[in-house]
């Protein structure tokens, strides 16, 4: 459990030392074992023919018989010349018949003959270990030579290389100078290791902790963090680089899904507001004049009846406006909407509207204009959403143009688009009312305007449309002057 709650950094700082450390152990052990085995290696065969020399310097056995007196003279000259070695006298068996060291110093009597025997029949061998007798069950690397006829020997002259008096010095040295700096050495080495996989393993888990700290931060607060850039996450493509762009492109999606909810939430809110607070009027107006047509029919007029229903109606056609512009700009402002794209000819479309509005523009006495260069003027996009474009646009030019006044509709080619306009010479607009045009429920002033009163949705409907195309909206007006808007849009 400890384990598991230490962080991923300190993890992997204990793992990699704890395996440094075993690779170090393993490397040192390694280097002592393999000198080791070099030392034997080299020392026995550079003693090989030590037995040899010391079997042929006088007879050891004759006739079944030790001659003791040169067995331990030759033992002792051997053994001070060189202090290592130790020298015992073997039977055909294996068996110590005499010895250059204290009998009482040895505790095996009986030496192996199958390592002897192959050292014999093997003379490249390497490293072969013998029975030492001066201890329970240690090894030690030997000389032997047979004693009397090599094909049937009396005996065997066994030289231990490396005895007693070598080990009891070995162990001594150990706590030398030079082998504690040495282990000094190795220890300080381990320790830098350590120390540099730990700044390592520091710097490569940066970035996973910094992607870590973000999402708990996102856990805890239940809000969006700012997104870490890539290049501070990861130094490379790698799994934590895939990561933290796989966490900033969810939390992405999620700020989007969010931001959506609240917008449509909103939209929800302003449409229930709108409605309550825009239906009221029309609604009161069309109860008064309904109330007062309750009335007896002898307190009223004809000519006033008629005014009445008249003006009920006009409140009733408002009213129904009002509510489907309501719904459309709705649905376009939470993405209901998707553009049908088609084929067809803006020059048409325009003299269509065209004829939608000769009869109110002759009525309020406004020339409806139609100017073009030729040509079809083909386009791809949403035919009917156009015609709704072009008709608010009309519809709101007659709206704030005076009698005798002109609503001009053109069409001129680009190099890759349509430029289509709607120009008046209404009231204008002023520069500071033109950034609200396109706001919802925005009325211009209407000085000296005789005309029905809008919605102040038309424009924004317009706005919506347009970007669903693509396309912008541009507005240029001076007061007392009039209006032009225009938008492009792509030729097919």
Known sequence: MIWRAWSL??????????????????????????????????????NRSLAMYIVNRAPLIEQGVVNEAAMQELAGLVMVVNPIVEVYLLDADGRIVSQGVPAESIKRHQVALPPLQRWLAEPEASAV????????????????????????????????????????????????????????????????????????FSSLTKPLRQLSLAMHKFARAQQLVPAAKENTLSLGRDEIAHMSQAFNAMQRRIEAQMHSLEETDRLRRELISNV?????????????YLEVLSLPSQKLTEAERSRYLSTAFKHCQRLGRLISELFELSKLDAGRITPKLERF???????????????????????????VDGGLFQVDADIALIERVLENLVENALRYTPSGGKVTLGLKSGVANIHVSVADTGIGVSQDELPKLFDRYYRGTRPNVESEQGTGLGLAIVKRILDLHGCSIQVTSRLGQGSCFAFMLQAA
């Open 129 to 200: 270990l013998g029975t030492d007798p001066r201890t329970d069950s240690g090894e030690k690397i030997f000389s032997v030579f047979p004693v009397g006829a090599v094909a049937a020997p009396e005996g065997y002259l066994y030289v231990i290389l490396g005895g007693e008096r070598y080990s009891t010095l070995s162990d001594s040295l150990k706590g030398s100078y030079s082998l504690q700096l040495a282990a000094g050495a190795i220890f300080a080495l381990l320790s830098f290791g350590v120390a540099v996989g730990f700044l390592i």
């Open 9 to 46: 950094r300190a993890r992997l700082s204990v793992s990699f030392m704890l395996l440094f450390c075993l690779i170090g152990l393993s490397y040192v052990s390694l280097i002592f074992w393999s000198s080791d085995r070099y030392y034997d290696e080299i020392t026995q065969k550079l």
């Open 276 to 288: 309550s607070h825009d239906l009221r009027t029309p609604l009161a107006s069309m109860q008064g």
């Open 345 to 371: 000819s803006l020059a048409e479309l325009l003299q269509d509207v065209m004829q939608k509005f000769e009869l109110k523009a002759k009525d309020r006495h406004i020339d409806l204009v139609f100017q």
